[in-house]
């Protein structure tokens, strides 16, 4: 069983930056693909971001492009989620997940994923 802790959650005001990490139990999960998901109060969980399992490919949602950057460096702690020009809206939980040898489209659904960390609550101050 593959557990995943994502850390780097806080408080921050408009215009700032958070870096979120998600490190995972076991080091077969450098294979996985991941992906950055978010929940805000009273709405559904929604994508955005991954990267294939290679590190080769990424995605995003159209609302974090260009200022969110998702990355992997093959260690322990598999993927990170950096978060730059904050936005009160960007208020949520967020969640990793990990799909074994991830890749495409696809990873934009949540349903592709087998594991999820327990979520790092993100508030963005105005």
């Known amino acids: 069983q593959v557990q995943l802790v994502e850390s780097g959650g806080g408080l921050v005001q408009a215009g700032g930056s958070l870096s979120l990490s998600c490190a995972a139990s076991r080091r077969a999960f450098i294979r996985y693909a991941i992906g950055w998901f978010r929940q805000a109060p009273g709405k559904e969980r929604e994508f955005v971001a991954a990267i294939s399992w290679d590190g080769g490919s990424t995605y995003y949602a159209d609302f974090v492009k260009g200022r969110f950057t998702i990355s992997r460096d093959g260690t322990k702690n598999p993927a990170s989620l950096r978060m730059n020009s904050l936005k009160p809206e960007d208020t949520a939980v967020y969640y990793c997940?990990?799909?074994?040898?991830?890749?495409?489209?696809?990873?934009?659904?949540?349903?592709?994923?087998?594991?999820w960390g327990q979520g790092t609550q993100v508030t963005v101050s105005s």
């Open positions: 997940a990990g799909e074994p040898y991830g890749l495409g489209q696809s990873l934009k659904d949540e349903i592709q994923y087998d594991y």
